[in-house]
């Protein structure tokens, strides 16, 4: 498995942006998927996106497209969530996983799980 460490939470207002780093280390980084997750308090986690092993294909869940944005860099075994035009609501705990399944948007599906980073915005 690979272990990943999830960093760049923090608080922000309405309106701004942060960006999200998961840091990889273990197996081959490039050969896993990579995706975000988050969990608000007293709802279930919900996928957000993923990034294939190749950089090639992403996926995003729909509420979300346009204002967040996956990507990787497989030089650094590190895959990030741009996350822009943030709103109350973003707020929660994010979680990067791991995948060797393509592309996939359940959480049943990853492998290996990040302890998370808190997000919180204000209104």
């Known amino acids: 498995q690979v272990q990943l460490v999830e960093s760049g939470g923090g608080l922000v207002q309405a309106g701004g942006s942060l960006r999200l780093s998961c840091a990889a280390s273990?197996?081959?980084?490039?050969?896993?998927?990579m995706g975000w997750f988050r969990q608000a308090p007293g709802k279930e986690r919900e996928f957000v996106a993923v990034?294939?092993?190749?950089?090639?294909?992403?996926a995003y869940v729909d509420s979300l497209k346009g204002r967040f944005t996956i990507s990787r860099d497989n030089a650094k075994n590190t895959v990030y969530l741009q996350m822009n035009s943030l709103k109350p609501e973003d707020t929660a705990t994010y979680y990067c996983?791991?995948?060797?399944?393509?592309?996939?948007?359940?959480?049943?599906?990853?492998?290996?799980w990040g302890r998370g980073t808190q997000v919180t915005v204000s209104s």
């Open positions: 990034i294939s092993n190749s950089d090639v294909s992403t």
């Open positions: 273990g197996r081959t980084f490039s050969a896993y998927n």
């Open positions: 996983a791991a995948a060797l399944k393509y592309l996939p948007s359940s959480s049943a599906d990853f492998e290996s």
